[in-house]
């Protein structure tokens, strides 16, 4: 079995093989030699050919890389998965399944999965908002390989089939969020409830006290997609779940104006929320 891997490996002038050389040439199959000796890094090591690590991706199969796949879409219990969610928690380096596969998109439905972008009632504002929550997640202006790699919820089609292409739908967004970004004036009139602490004045606003998204992602642009309380960030860790909170409380005569808005991961605004 080892001679014969050498034999394919001088044959092809290569100082290490992937499994698909292997197969194109060699006598045996090639999981009769993973089953031998364990893996195909191990089979490498045998005959002294090349492990370099940073070609170790060369050896893991499409099955493998499939089944993988599949595995973690079992524990989480879900028919898709995105790029995300398997760079977490899958066993092999999420960077390389787009390229063995074309795209994320490609792989799912290799795998019999959904691809994360095949629901196609969508809107453009759905659209412009799934742009919002993924330039935020990862700090920076998105671009089209992060959606091809799964990161965006709607497929790049998708942005195409509205859009015209990602750029337009960039540009669409960025021009929304430039525009005026301060609330429609209101005359509106605070609850009985939230004038508890007052109950005998009235506050009348000349904002909404809802944060619509154009002044949502400005604010947080503003404090470079970071908590500022406590610095956190969801470029950082995923986890992290930022909103925006009013400095001066609504209920309190607090306006809905960019000045009076702050950027707050949840535990920080919650911890806010308990001491007022």
Not at 74 to 79: E, F, G, T, V
Not at 90 to 102: E, L, S, V, W
């Amino acid at each position: 079995l080892i001679q014969d891997v050498i034999r394919v490996a001088q044959k092809l002038g290569k100082e290490t093989l992937t499994t698909d050389e292997y197969r194109s040439a060699g006598i045996y199959s090639y999981t009769t030699l993973r089953r031998r000796f364990g893996s195909w890094k191990q089979v490498m090591k045998k005959t002294g050919l090349s492990i370099e690590q940073s070609n170790f991706h060369v050896y893991i199969t499409n099955e493998e890389y499939i089944s993988d796949i599949q595995q973690v879409a079992r524990s989480l219990k879900k028919d898709t998965l995105f790029f995300t969610e398997y760079k977490e928690l899958g066993t092999y380096d999420a960077g390389n399944i787009p390229k063995r596969f074309g795209s994320w998109a490609a792989a799912l439905v290799a795998a019999g999965l959904h691809p994360t972008g095949y629901t196609v009632s969508v809107t453009n504002e759905e659209l412009l908002e799934e742009i919002e929550q993924l330039w935020i997640r990862l700090g920076r202006q998105p671009s089209s390989t992060d959606v091809r790699e799964g990161q965006s919820r709607y497929g790049l089609t998708t942005y195409v089939r509205h859009f015209g292409s990602w750029r337009n739908a960039l540009v669409t967004f960025v021009n929304y969020v430039n525009e005026d970004n301060e609330q429609e004036p209101i005359e509106e009139t605070v609850s009985q409830k939230e004038l508890s602490d007052n109950p005998i004045a009235e506050i009348r606003h000349k904002t909404k006290r809802d944060i619509n998204l154009r002044l949502r992602f400005l604010v947080m642009k503003r404090d470079n997609f970071k908590c500022c309380k406590c610095g956190a960030s969801p470029a950082k860790d995923p986890s992290v779940e930022l909103h925006i909170d009013h400095i001066k409380p609504w209920s309190k005569g607090g306006e809905t104006v960019m000045d009076n808005l702050e950027t707050l991961c949840s535990k920080c605004n919650l911890g806010k929320s308990d001491l007022e």
